[in-house]
């Protein structure tokens, strides 16, 4: 994001901002000379518009860290960055029926842009990170994670074990620090048996499409960059007190949820069953190309979000907009993503 956002610069004048936009070509010139011939005769400073319009640009956004609680638990979502998603990676997607959707979430350009999230969770006795973001391999728009992780005041040496939903790069490739080493020394690794089983097994790395083979080196030199800490779980376990791991397969054979809870209030962290916010809540038969099983995936799509919907529990999902909690709701024979409101207080 280039602009700087009014609220959080400190410019408290929404005048200065109508100033900004009006000089910079946002609205007519006749309203400009109408607004400002109004500011003028009510006996406004233009001195003062000006003085604040001088503010430097703050160029790219701070990194992304925003916390809130859950029971005795508090999460923070932590942004590693931004990928693209372009129709082309869209299995069966349909322009008459895409395209339609892509202009209501008022989508510009051919691909959508979407982030890559991971969670912290402080249970008040332990650090558990929850996926790990992109390290320095999937290009200058990701691998954020670490500075996210600075500004939630917390450091690598700190976490104590990183749960990790599937052993795709964006969820296990920041594991590694860009040299190599393990970004979180005293960390255990947890990591879905079935997923495990799957990028170590040959006969699945030699089928593969080509695309796809490097995705088993990469998930296994990060996993084994922690042999000596490493716990391997299984659907339906407690991971760890207060996360019970869920089967979600298809994008990935061991894909899992989680259920968080804590207090009596729970989270259901939906990992990657949703890809693209604005086509797949709609039409959730539709996956995605990297998706392992496409046609398990569109099922447990189906059956998450219908679960979700049913109990109307808050929901946090890896490629849903920063920072990724919301509600998922019945809409006719498919769903739609309510992004949770900004919760104010602990
Ligand atoms: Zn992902």
Known sequence: ???????????????????????????????????????????FAFSTLAAQAAAPLAGISQPGALRRRL???????????????????????????????????????PAMRGPVNAFLVNTGDKLVLIDAGTSDKM????????KALAAAGVTPEQIDAVLITHMHPDHIY??????????????????????????YDDAALNAAPEMMKGFFLGARHAADAYA????????????????????????????SGLRIDSDGQSLLILADVVHVPALQFARPEWSVAFDVDPALAAETRNKV???ASADGVMVAGMHLGFPGFGHVARDGEAYRYVAASWPYAG
Do not use: C
Request: no cysteine; charged share 15%; net charge negative.
């Open 228 to 255: 000596r800490r490493q716990t391997r779980f299984k659907a339906g376990e407690e991971v760890l007190p207060g996360f019970t791991a869920l089967a979600m397969p298809g994008h990935t054979p061991g894909h």
């Open 174 to 199: 920041g594991v590694l620090t860009p040299g190599g080493l393990p970004m979180f020394p005293n960390a255990e690794l947890l990591l879905p048996e079935a997923d495990h089983a799957f990028w």
């Open 71 to 109: 029971g005795k638990f508090e999460i923070t979502a932590l942004l590693d960055g931004y990928l693209e998603l372009g129709p082309d990676l869209i299995i069966g997607y349909d322009p008459a029926i895409g395209e339609p959707l892509r202009a209501a979430s008022f989508a510009t350009g």
């Open 305 to 307: 979000l219908d679960m």
């Open 1 to 43: 994001m280039s602009q700087r956002d009014p609220h959080q610069s400190g410019e408290s004048s929404p005048l200065s901002l109508s100033r900004r936009r009006l000089l910079t070509g946002g609205l007519a010139a006749g309203l400009t000379g109408g607004l400002l011939t109004g500011l003028a005769a009510s006996g």
């Open 139 to 146: 290009g200058p728009t990701l691998g954020h994670l670490p």
